[in-house]
């Protein structure tokens, strides 16, 4: 046990340093195959270790490992280790399978249309391995320390994938805004890991958070009784700012907006960072500090209210964006939003709502989590194999693919059928949960997520028809689209699979916040007020977008204000643009660099000037000339002489 | 006698430093040299003075005349000698000058000696100061000026020595 | 007519002040070095001068100049030897172009 999930970590990070140094000498395809197997034998493990953990401690956290790493004082030690518990355990399910379809998939997409692999390709295999160490190193973290580091490393590696084609100018700007953005993040984080460990004394996850036991956080809560800071309680301000973290990386309204350029990467790196690593980062960090969430009702409120609206905020863009990857990226936004939301809303006031199904919330999201990986992951495959077959994102490039591509449009299908929430699919499931959850904060959540989940079956389905149907596709490169190489289509096909059924697997059974059984039934009110709503959606975007009409065109000319706002995603960009550079570049910067320019820079080139004039004019004194060192030499004896002669003759 | 040895010191010294052609400064700097030995045989410094004819005279002239020949390209005598910093020069000389014949005069009551006879050297007197070691003797210095000259010998034939 | 002290003295004097006037003023580095000899030599003259007339009896002036012209020779070898190395890879004796060694 303990062997095979040390194991399950050091195998991708062998995978990285042995690809990373030796991969030059391979030829690219051996490094690529070598590749999927190191991540086979990681996924086989990854399962064995979550299936024995579930049989056999069903109800227990376990440290399997625990060293000492930084001594701060001998109270405050930084350990790193390894945490099992029904969360990470799911985690290493949902990472290593995610992450081996990647790798499978990336054998044929990382190919050019005569199946060489592309420059690099040893390189790209060594940074996904070090993207999955780095995210399963997070989610089995034992302490809070260890998981900032985790969480830099994700961001790190995800960096260097997205800036892949490190020559391609918005790859290398999308790297760079993904990679600040989230910084800026994980500063909060960092700040709110010390507010946190400044009055409790601890990193670890087991005196901050003992897992199913309210008692260990009322303490670590209890310890910041009395520290205020403008009228918020400390530990309010560390909630809110480990918030802001996560929210970095989940791409949270308004830290989204690094999201969608990241697609500038290759496609399956994208369905890595949107389905299994990265962006769940966050909603998992929320998750492990959740009985702390739980006590401070404040932290909570900001959670949900933030989830909520980015949940609608990034529906409302998914829904015009031309982009297929754009548009699924917004689609991650508000699904990962709706994880956030639907932790949060499952505690009021301090306490758990919802009597005996107390946690349904947290369960809920942590349900969804895996369904969405699997679903998105999909998703973003299918977007990539018929990038690949297209060269292009557009759709309007795109139209009419499922004669060329039945698998792939089938698979996506699926895909969609499972994020809009019909059954028997997995996303209605984790959905349902999710929904009965907001209905039992309040009526207002529940019509409010209620409504995006429409939303969402709406966007979906147009970008489904848009790419499928609309109308016949004009051939217009010298070969036909069509379905991909195996080593593409059967990642398509398993996950397409795994989608259709993972929705009955008994989630509540394994996976709650206090490790007891959760018993869920699902609330026919609930569900078949989401589906009705998903099937308006699913409808209307057939009636819209099926066959190509000039409907959407008019629709488009009605609203041209609203249509152009949310297409260029209510202008956040711009709005960040302005606040960094019409206002922190020329408000802030501005002043400093003058000041910098004028006072500290003209301080100091003064001074050089004058050591420079001043050695200028000295530098006669050496200026090689023997003779002009002799005539001093002798002006000074002849001094010499004078000065003694006066002397004697004082005397 | 004294007025030659006097005037000819003075004239070939200014001549050896004013005049524009390198081979002729030598030439001045050997009258110099032979109007010093002059002076010491008036001293009647016979060894001494033969010391300076042989090895100034004959030798280091000699040098000079082959070192010139060596570096100098015949018909480039046109190359001016003085550099523009005449006036410098002539600054330094007098100011020396000034400040010897100041301390001169002011404290040189000696300088009215007159030269008194019979103050001849033998030879064997040089010859046993040279190689005695009592607390007038000078073997200590003259056996080191043996072992600067055998150096220089071998460091002239170091230097010089085409590579 | 009395020979004094200072009458040789004198031209000595001069003998030095040109010595220093050629040292400070030729570019000619054999020129500089015929300049030094002349300064030397007056310093040889003053040593014997001053044994002659002050102290007659003893020899320790004359022994000074004795030694100063044997070190004044090989201090010439040497230095005709720097310029002729000087002049082999400067084709040059101008002390204003040789001062390479000041970087």
Known sequence: MITNTVLVLVLPFVMFLFLGLAGVKMPRKTAGVLGVAGMLVTTVLAYWVAIDYFVNHPQHEQIIANVDWLNFTPRLVARMGVLIDPISAMMLVVISTVSLMVHLYSLGYMCDHHGHAEKGFQRYYSFLALFTFSMLGLVVATNIFQMFIFFEMVGLSSYLLIGFYYSLPAANHANKKAFIVTRLADLFFLLGIMILTFSTGTFDFDALVGLGNMDASQKAVGTMDGLNFMGIPAVGWALVFIFIGGAGKSAMYPLHIWLPDAMEGPTPVSALIHAATMVVAGVFLIARMFPLYVLVPMAMNVVAVVGAFTAFYAAAVACVQSDIKRALAFSTISQIAFMMTSLAVSADGGKLLGGHEAGLGYMASMFHLFTHAMFKALLFLCAGAIIHAVHSNENDQMHGLHKYMPITSIAFLIGCLAIAGIPPFAGFFSKDEILVACYERGLGWGLWMSMVAGMTAFYMFRIYYLIFFWKKHEVHTEHEPADQPWTMTLPLIILATISCVAGFVPFGKFVTYNGAPLETHINWTVAGTSVGIALVGIALATWLYFKENPKPERMKNAMSGLWTAAYRRFYMDELYQFITHKIIFQGICKPIAWFDRIFIDGFFNKLADLTGNASFAIRRVQGGNTQSYAFVYLLGALLLAAITGVVIVMI | ?163 | MKLTLLMYLIPSLIMFGCGIYGFLTRKNMIAMLISLELMLNAVDINFALFNRFLYSGNHEGMLFSLFAIAIAAAETAVAIAIIINVYRIAKNVDINQINKLKF
Request: with cysteine.
């Open chain 2, 1 to 163: 006698m004294y007025v030659i040895i006097a005037l000819s010191i003075v004239i070939f010294s200014i001549m050896a430093v004013t005049t524009k052609k390198i081979l002729r400064a030598a030439t001045y700097l050997l009258f110099a040299l032979l109007a010093t030995a002059g002076v010491y045989f008036q001293m009647d410094y016979q060894f001494l003075g033969a010391t300076q004819i042989a090895v100034y005279a004959g030798g280091v002239v000699v040098l000079f005349v082959f070192a010139i020949l060596l570096t100098h390209k015949p018909g480039k005598d046109a190359e001016a000698l003085t550099s523009h910093k005449k006036v410098q020069g002539v600054l330094a000389a007098v100011a020396c000058v000034a400040l010897c014949g100041f301390a001169l005069l002011s404290f040189g009551r000696f300088c009215l000696k007159t030269l008194e006879g019979g103050a001849d050297v033998p030879m064997d007197t040089i010859g046993t100061t040279l190689l005695s070691t009592g607390s007038d003797g000078y073997l200590l210095p003259f056996e080191a000026l043996s072992v600067l000259l055998l150096a220089c010998i071998i460091a002239g034939v170091v230097i010089a020595r085409r590579r």
